[in-house]
């Protein structure tokens, strides 16, 4: 078994909003969802490793009404410390505020976490060397 996806909700008309954080400063990449879900809007990202084999994949879903995800979160690994030094500056660019009262509390891993464009809590980790 491996997950394949996992789903956060944004309110109508958020789409924009979700590539903004996801596709620029993630630099997670859109990928166009099935012709029988396009209707129910909502945007689907990925991001790939150097061979180009998908490595995460969110899904942002619209819901009306919307509620933030205030604990439940995705949490996005990164290959190095570098990368995660680069990942924390592009959000702190963007005006994303980062939570890093919890770097040391994961084994082996520098942690962040914050929130995306519609509130939703995103935890980001790195390998610590």
């Known amino acids: 078994m491996r997950l394949h996806h996992v789903q956060v909700a944004c309110p109508p008309g958020g789409e924009e909003v979700a590539r903004t ?15 029988d879900l396009r209707a129910r809007g909502g945007a689907w990202f990925r991001a ?5 084999a998908v490595t995460a994949e969110i899904h942002v879903g619209v819901e009306d009404p919307f509620v933030p995800a205030g604990k439940a979160h995705p949490a996005l690994v990164l290959d190095s410390p570098a990368h995660f030094r680069a ?42 060397v």
Do not use: C, W
């Not at 790939?48 to 180009?52: F, L, N, R, T």
């Not at 770097?103 to 610590?128: A, V």
């Open 21 to 35: 954080f996801y596709g620029e400063v993630l630099e997670m990449t859109e990928v166009d969802k099935p012709d």
């Open 48 to 52: 790939h490793d150097e061979h180009g």
């Open 87 to 128: 990942v924390a500056s592009r959000l702190t660019l963007a005006g994303f505020e980062l939570d890093l009262s919890q770097r040391d509390t994961f084994p082996g891993h520098d942690r962040l976490h914050t929130r995306d464009g519609h509130g939703n809590r995103i935890e980001i980790l790195g390998p610590r």
